[in-house]
């Protein structure tokens, strides 16, 4: 895990700080995203940080069953919110639902996964000394940085 927050030589807080508490967000709980969300939450729980999901209803059996698999293993929760596909007003209240998730669950990091996940994770309020990371496939350097904050 990271170290300790400290006060450097100028008295100045470092940057570091210990991660306890991590809350991924995603769109669809399915395929490569959903198999990679699946990879960090087993690597952040065996780590020792408390990890949380946020998602939309699971399209199918299939995808319903690899979730509630997950289910045991995010001690912050399975947190399953409506979400379209594509851009909307629904936005506003998923918005308004995750910042109040995050709120109550306290994260040190939000991580998103996608498009619908990042611009949730980055736009949600609630945690507001969160570190927030997305991950797509521009995004992968900072991606594999969280994910390295989070091993510490």
Request: proline fraction near 5%.
């Amino acid at each position: 895990m990271a170290a300790a927050a400290h006060s450097g030589q100028n008295g100045r807080k470092d940057a570091r700080k210990s991660v306890r508490r991590a809350v991924h967000v995603l769109r669809l709980p399915m395929g490569g995203l959903f198999r990679h969300v699946r990879d960090l939450v087993a690597g952040q729980q065996e780590a020792g940080i408390a990890v949380g999901v946020i998602c939309a209803e699971p399209p199918d059996e299939r995808a319903a069953a690899a979730l509630a698999k997950l289910a045991p293993q995010c001690g912050l929760g399975l947190h399953v919110v409506r979400m379209s596909r594509l851009p909307g007003l629904g936005d506003i209240v998923n918005i308004r639902e995750v910042s109040r998730l995050l709120q109550w669950l306290k994260p040190d990091i939000v991580h998103g996964h996608g498009a619908k996940g990042g611009m949730l994770a980055r736009l949600a309020g609630g945690a507001p000394d969160a570190l927030r990371s997305n991950a797509n496939s521009a995004g992968m350097a900072e991606n594999r940085r969280v994910e390295i904050l989070c091993l510490r």
